[in-house]
Structure formats: structure tokens, C-alpha cells
């Protein structure tokens, strides 16, 4: 079965909706690795080919920060896959707090431009800001000048659609009311532990058109992360009625919430394994029972400083 996608709002895109990560555990792998930070990673050339031709995927999600666009490029290429059949999503770094600093610190424009020739494309898909994080700390542009490069990247043609990622409510307003164009998606951390990365974003997305795509959908399952939970004997239960793996029931649970998962994986079974989402559905009542098993626990693994009013709030 072919993969099924979301239609976007304002362009009426069909956007796969399900897609390969280049970051995190590639991102480490190769920012840890004094040879490979400034060079290409052929296993990651390898696994990202594997994910678009074995692993059927269409839609790759990578980011200035992962310093992995160019082995997306690379297995783009390679792959055989024609670009006018493939998603491709990339991010602006625009640096985050004292730690990190943005290598474009004037914007998403030129972050883009490099992108495109990190990657040897013409354009992409969907182009994100990664993070809502302004000011001195981070970078040198507002959210407004940030926006209005966004913007610029549309008109010529060099982003297709455009986004946010990690946006909480109030900052998606201040773009909503200067914008010529409004973002496309909002790219999430969700997942059952995780059902509100920031208070009522899914719902505040979905009322005004703004797709919700999930990073780290398979938290309540990855060991390095959460080793017990309310989650596991629901899980238990619901592999031995459908049939499927744990991975395939939190994709699936993401999927039939309205929301786009973006996983990743090393391992090519696990990729081989994922193709078979599209081939059964979860009834209404184990979407609901996921959720309700989900709620009992919190866990967030990225952006704790930024999060935490709201955290504490809980
Ligand atoms: N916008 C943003 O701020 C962010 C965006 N992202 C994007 O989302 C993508 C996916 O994020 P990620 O958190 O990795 O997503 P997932 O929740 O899909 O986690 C994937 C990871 O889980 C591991 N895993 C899966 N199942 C198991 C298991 N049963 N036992 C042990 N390990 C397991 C995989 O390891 P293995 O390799 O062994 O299969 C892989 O490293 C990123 O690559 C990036 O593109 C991610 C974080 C933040
Ligand atoms: O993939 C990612 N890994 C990260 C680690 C820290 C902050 C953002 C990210 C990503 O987007």
C-alpha cells in the first residue's frame, strides 16, 4: 500500500505522513565523531537509501543543526528516487540559548541557501524554524524578520511551504498576526507521555489549519528513555490483538490522532518492519485506551529549560 498523506492548508500539498529522521541519533553519532563532523557519513548515506527504497519512506526530515543535509543529499541521489517523488523537510538553526549558537545568525534565508547546496536540490518541501527561540541569546533577528525571510523563501520558489517546530501557543499568534503566509505545521516532541508538548497546542494547531507533526513518537518504548510505564501491559496486550510490533501500535496511535510521526532507526529491520503501518487500523476505543494509559506518566526529552513554566504549572 502506498503511503498516505496530509493535505497542507494554504498550498494543498499532500505531505507523507509518515517520515525518516537525520537527527538525533545521527546527529550525535556524527557531532561526537572528530572525523565524521566534517565529513560525509556513508552509514548514514547507507541507512537513509535503505529507509527511501526498502523502507518506502518519501518523506526525510533533517535540519542546519544535524550537519546531516548532506548525506540526505547524498542518498537522495544515490537512491534512484526522482526528487518530484520525495518530501524532503529541512530546518533553520537559529541557536538556542547561551549553549548553542546559530552558524546562520541572520537568518532562515541564508540558512536555506546553504541548505540547498549542502543537499544539491533546487527547493524543499517544508522548511521549518526549529525552535521559538529569539533574542540576543540565540541569534540576531526577531521573530518578525525570521518570519518575513520565511516568507521571502516561498516567493522565490525555494521552500514550497513553511513551518515552525517546538512553537508553544503565544508565539504562534505573533506570527499568525503579522503573517502573509501562515505556518504550514507545527513539528512537536508527542507521543502517549507527551500528549501536550506545551499547553493546548494540538488543538490551538488543528483549529487553524496548522498540521502537527510528532518527533521521538516511540519515547514510552526506548529503553534509554523510559524503562517502565502505565503504557507497557496496554501495549502488551494490543501487539498480541493486532499482530504488530510496539513500534507499529505507537506510529499507528500518532497516525490516527491526526498527527504526523517522524521516527528514525540504525537498525534495517526495525525500518523493514515500519512499512507495514499502513496495513491495519486501531479501533476507536484502543486509540482512546493508548491515550487514557498515556496521560498516567510524563516525559519530556528535549527542551526542558524552555518548557519548564510549564512543567511546573502541571
Ligand atoms: N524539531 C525538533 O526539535 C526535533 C526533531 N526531531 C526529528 O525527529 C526524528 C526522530 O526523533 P527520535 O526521537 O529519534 O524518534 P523515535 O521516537 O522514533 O526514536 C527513534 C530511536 O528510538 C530507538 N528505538 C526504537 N525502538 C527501540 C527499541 N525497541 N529499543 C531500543 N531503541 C529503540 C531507535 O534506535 P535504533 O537505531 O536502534 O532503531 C532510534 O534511535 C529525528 O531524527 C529528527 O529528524 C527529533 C528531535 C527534536
Ligand atoms: O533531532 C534533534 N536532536 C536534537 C537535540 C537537541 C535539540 C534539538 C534536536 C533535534 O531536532
Known amino acids: 500500500m502506498s503511503t498516505p498523506s496530509f493535505t497542507l492548508a494554504r498550498t ?8 525518516f529522521g537525520s537527527g538525533t541519533k545521527h546527529q550525535k553519532k556524527k557531532k561526537g565523531d572528530p572525523v565524521l563532523k ?20 518519501t518523506h526525510l526530515d533533517t535540519a542546519e543543526v544535524y550537519t546531516t543535509r548532506i548525506e540526505v543529499g547524498k542518498a537522495i541521489a544515490e537512491s534512484g528516487v526522482p526528487r518530484n517523488k520525495l518530501w524532503i523537510t529541512d530546518k533553520w538553526n537559529q541557536g ?38 529569539f533574542g540576543e541569546d540565540a541569534n540576531e533577528v526577531t521573530v518578525e524578520e525570521a518570519w518575513r525571510q520565511m516568507e521571502r523563501l516561498v516567493d522565490e520558489g525555494k521552500a514550497r511551504n513553511i513551518g515552525v517546530s517546538n ?80 513500534t507499529l501500535l505507537l ?38 485506551k493508548i491515550s487514557a494509559a498515556g496521560k498516567k506518566f510524563h516525559y519530556r526529552g528535549f527542551f526542558q529549560d524552555y518548557f519548564e513554566k510549564y512543567d511546573q504549572a502541571r
Open 167 to 246: 512553537f508553544d501557543v503565544p508565539v504562534l499568534q505573533k506570527i499568525l498576526a503579522f503573517c502573509k503566509y501562515k505556518p504550514q505545521v507545527n513539528q512537536i516532541e508527542y507521543n502517549p507521555y507527551l500528549q501536550e508538548q506545551s499547553p493546548g497546542i494540538v488543538e490551538f494547531c488543528k483549529r487553524n489549519e496548522i498540521l502537527v507533526e510528532a518527533f521521538s513518537p516511540l519515547t514510552p518504548i526506548v529503553p534509554t528513555k523510559v524503562t517502565e510505564g502505565p503504557l507497557d501491559p496496554v501495549l502488551k496486550e494490543l501487539e498480541s490483538k493486532y499482530g504488530v510490533t510496539n
Open 96 to 133: 538556542w540559548g547561551g549553549r548553542h549558537r546559530s552558524t546562520t545568525p541572520s537568518g532562515p534565508y541564508e540558512s536555506l541557501v546553504k541548505g540547498l547546496e549542502l543537499m544539491k536540490i533546487d527547493y524543499v518541501d517544508l522548511f521549518l524554524i526549529h525552535a521559538p527561540f
Open 251 to 288: 506510529l499507528r496511535w500518532v497516525y490516527q490522532t491526526g498527527i504526523l510521526p517522524i521516527t528514525t532507526s540504525t537498525n534495517k529491520e526495525r525500518l523493514k518492519d515500519i512499512t507495514k503501518v499502513w496495513e491495519f487500523e486501531l479501533e476507536p476505543s484502543d486509540v482512546e
Open 12 to 19: 494543498g500539498d499532500k505531505i507523507p505522513a509518515i517520515a
Open 38 to 57: 566534517d565529513s560525509v557519513d556513508e552509514s548514514l548515506v547507507d541507512i537513509i537509501k535503505f529507509a527511501l527504497t526498502e523502507g518506502k519512506f
